[in-house]
């Protein structure tokens, strides 16, 4: 078998035959899921038995990104609470056995759903609500979690989570536009009337950073199998996920979708205000301030698209450019949404 860029076979098998008994060789590698983000892979043995595989990117790792020993503490340790989450396996420090770190967990069968075609192909109208309703439920979970019980009270900072993401999100917004010279008024504007009305925060919470429906596996009932890709997780304002959360979720009489692909548009799954009232329900939170944090998401996704422009407008990337051809105008739409969001406030 060809080997995979990021899979190492022979220390990979090998590590499996020490740590994991269970596995009998040869392996298989299947790259399921990769890009700029950490890299996961399918790991099958002769038996038919699979397991999952993550790694960080092969090139441009930033210093302090895709910490393997971080996703697995976070995932190892919500395994015993209702969130659902693959079983953590094992954890690899040494990079001689694979030139990077990884971890492995348990392989979860389900469907990512990315685009409109597949939402259709899987679900049926009763299943796409029962795909929004554990969405929020999960989500819900996940805001339950006591961060002190389960371990994971040191994670990170748990006060002023809002003003710090402004100030990281910012600042790096303002390092891109100085290398590209370009300028984007909406996004300094927002900047300020966002850090001007932060909401007091409440209990500190598990903070997924980025949930959305294609983060995580959805099963044949709708339900959610899995929450994926824990990689930017932390402790903060909960709010913050379910206003990111909104950003995502596309009702059917939108003009505009931040992801561009809108599966939540289609008949049965439920709208924005629903999944809003059900996440005050079942976690009981007063998300009267939730528009905030639904401009806070718009303004954050603009200051990391103009990153991911800057680095384009650099030459880093190679093969086809043409995504990113729109991210210009991508970002001040997603700043004037923003603005539109807080309205209201």
Not at 131 to 148: F, N, P, W
Not at 225 to 231: F, G, P
Not at 258 to 276: D, I, K, N, Q
Not at 321 to 332: C, D, K, L, Y
Request: charge should be negative.
């Amino acid at each position: 078998m060809a080997e995979l860029v990021g899979i190492d076979v022979a220390g990979v098998t090998a590590w499996f035959a020490q740590h994991i008994p269970a596995a009998v060789a040869p392996l298989e590698f299947e790259l399921v899921a990769g890009g700029r983000s950490n890299l996961t892979f399918a790991v099958t043995d002769t038996a038919g038995t699979r397991w999952a595989l993550r790694r960080p990117p092969t090139s441009h790792v930033l210093p302090t990104a895709h910490d393997m020993s971080r996703e697995h503490r976070i995932i190892a340790a919500l395994g015993p609470t209702p969130v659902p989450v693959p079983e953590a396996i094992g954890l690899c420090t040494d990079p001689a056995v694979n030139d990077a770190p990884f971890y492995v967990m348990t392989f979860v069968d389900g469907t990512v759903i990315r685009d409109t075609p597949t939402a259709e192909k899987v679900l049926d109208i009763g299943q796409r609500g029962r795909c929004g309703e554990s969405i929020v439920d999960t989500l819900a979970a996940i805001h339950a979690v006591d961060v002190d019980a389960v371990g994971l009270g040191d994670l990170a900072r748990k006060e002023g989570y809002i003003e710090r993401q402004l100030k990281r999100w910012y600042g790096q917004f303002r390092q891109s536009t100085v290398e590209t010279g370009r300028s984007v008024p909406a996004v300094d504007e927002m900047h300020e009337f966002l850090l001007a009305r932060i909401p007091e925060q409440g209990p500190a919470t598990i903070v997924h950073g980025d949930y959305r429906l294609d983060n995580c596996m959805i099963a044949a009932d709708g339900s959610v199998a899995a929450v994926l890709d824990w990689e930017i997780c932390t402790l903060g304002d909960p709010l913050a996920d379910v206003g990111l959360l909104m950003v995502y979720w596309a009702d059917a009489d939108d003009t505009y979708s931040a992801l561009g692909a809108a599966p939540t548009t289609l008949a049965g799954f439920p709208t924005r205000a629903e999944l809003r009232a059900r996440y005050a329900k079942e976690s009981g939170r007063d998300v009267s301030d939730l528009d905030f944090y639904i401009a806070f998401g718009y303004w954050k996704l603009a200051c990391i698209l103009e990153g991911v422009y800057t680095r384009y407008a650099a030459g880093a990337g190679g093969g086809d450019r043409s995504a990113f051809e729109g991210f210009t105008e991508q970002v001040a739409l997603l700043a004037d949404a923003s603005r539109t969001a807080a309205v209201a406030l």
